[in-house]
């Protein structure tokens, strides 16, 4: 892993000369609850304090870490001049489309070459009107690709693998094996309760750090119009196959597009930030606890991320 001064950092910029390219947003995975967007950074790996002893008593055995790959695949994307899921269903009223890609464009966000970081997304159709945006969306496939790696001080490496429990399918930790596997972070639940057959299909606004707030519903397998309205709602955990994020700007800065804006660029970084544990910040999640036999790492996943934007 590199020094602190060269920590890894993923960047997908999506520029539309002729109109709006917006990209990216925050997944949530079936481990992550709202209380959680706080989280503190891992420590880098293998460095001094990467212990199970400081994981768990320091850290709670939860915190965020640089993911190897990080695969999405987004449908559309737009920008609004309010709230789309105000009233628990996808609404467009207010907004405009920004992306439209009928079979989905996969990304990977997480770092590595930068060429391989840079998504060709479909332009908007038209230019958004003048005037200040305070939310945008993303409609995902519900399902995200991941792979990653963690060593501790002591050089005892865990790679993800993957597996599925009760929940679903999802990253285990694995210190028996010697490269990474790929595993997918299936999104198709917001209950966070103790019963495994509890189900909830929306997560209300929630305060990020650093400002802002985000809200997702889970809907069917939809497409333009059919995702709207409650007909595109998911009623059960089987009938989840799209994820519908939406962000709220920080009070008082909007995405303002003037006359003279030719597009707007949105920076995604998933990278933990261990030259300051005390900030959020990472793609990925990696979770620990103690199974009877002592505290251990166990689980791989998702985490929240949200965009910046700058018009150009």
């Not at 997944?27 to 002893?53: H, V, Y």
């Not at 850290?59 to 920008?79: A, F, N, R, V, W």
């Not at 999802?170 to 966070?192: P, Q, R």
């Not at 799209?242 to 009070?251: A, H, I, K």
């Amino acid at each position: 892993m590199p020094s602190q001064s060269l920590l890894l950092k993923s960047i997908l910029k999506a520029i539309a000369i002729s109109g709006i390219g917006l990209t990216s947003f925050f997944p949530i995975s079936q481990e992550t609850k709202a209380e959680d967007f706080n989280m503190q950074a891992c420590p880098e790996s293998g460095s001094a304090n990467a212990t199970l002893d400081y994981l768990s008593d320091t850290l709670d055995g939860e915190c965020l870490h640089t993911p190897q790959q990080y695969k999405l695949t987004i449908y559309e994307m737009g920008l609004c001049t309010s709230d789309p899921t105000s009233s628990a269903v996808f609404d467009k009223t207010n907004c405009v489309e920004t992306m439209l890609s009928t079979s989905g464009t996969e990304i990977d966000l997480a770092p590595g070459d930068s060429t391989s970081k840079t998504a060709a997304l479909p332009s908007s159709s038209a230019r958004p009107a003048a005037g200040s945006y305070t939310h945008a969306y993303i409609l995902l496939g519900n399902g995200f690709k991941m792979k990653g790696v963690y060593q501790l001080a002591d050089g005892t490496t865990y790679y993800s693998r993957s597996s599925t429990d009760s929940w679903g399918p999802f990253g285990a930790a694995d210190k028996t094996i010697s490269a990474a596997e790929e595993h997918t972070d299936l999104v198709d639940n917001m209950y966070f309760g103790d019963d495994d057959d509890g189900w909830d299909g929306a997560m209300s606004p929630t305060d990020m750090p650093g400002g802002g707030k985000v809200s997702a519903l889970l809907l069917k397998e939809c497409s333009g119009p059919t995702c709207e309205g409650s007909d595109g709602l998911a009623t059960s955990q089987g009938e989840v196959a799209r994820l519908l994020g939406v962000f709220e700007t920080n009070s008082g800065s909007p995405v303002v597009i003037t006359d003279s804006t030719n597009g707007v660029e949105v920076e995604l970084v998933v990278k933990s930030d261990p030259s300051d544990p005390s900030s959020s910040g990472g793609g990925y999640l990696l979770i620990g606890w103690d199974e009877g036999s002592g505290f251990d790492l166990r689980m791989f996943g998702s985490a929240p991320f949200k965009p910046k934007f700058t018009t150009f």
